[in-house]
């Protein structure tokens, strides 16, 4: 097992994790979906080991996404994606934007989202108001 991690391997396990929690999918149904171990999924989505291609096209299938998905936002600011307090936020929100059912109300959620991104300079800290 490796000692560090490659920043591309975490993003891609924490996008990994992401999709399965927002599918409420466990580890292990995951893990065997892969044709892995729960312990060796974990270390995935950590980022301590590397995905191969063939697990991550599996996972890709199981998880119902592209496998583009597990890249999006790479070139990013990593700060959020760490932080276990806006995962849980962004979470809840997801949720609940899917049980919006008007289509004109869901644009002006992520024109609202967008809106209120632009405007926040200060750093992410997963702070509360």
Request: proline share 5%; glycine share 6%.
């Amino acid at each position: 097992m490796r000692t560090t991690t490659n920043p591309i391997d975490v993003h891609v396990g924490q996008r990994m994790r992401l999709r399965r929690q927002m599918l409420r999918m466990d580890l292990a149904r995951l893990a065997q979906s892969i044709g892995v171990t729960p312990d060796q999924l974990e270390l995935f989505e950590t980022g301590m080991n590397r995905i191969g291609a063939e697990p991550l096209q599996r996972a890709a299938v199981a998880l119902d996404v592209a496998i583009s998905f597990f890249f999006n936002g790479l070139g990013a600011s990593q700060a959020s994606y760490s932080d276990p307090v806006l995962i849980g936020d962004a979470l809840e929100l997801n949720r609940a934007f899917f049980l919006v059912r008007d289509p004109a109300a869901r644009h002006r959620i992520i024109d609202l989202a967008k809106s209120l991104a632009s405007h926040d300079a200060s750093p992410v800290d997963g702070d509360r108001k």
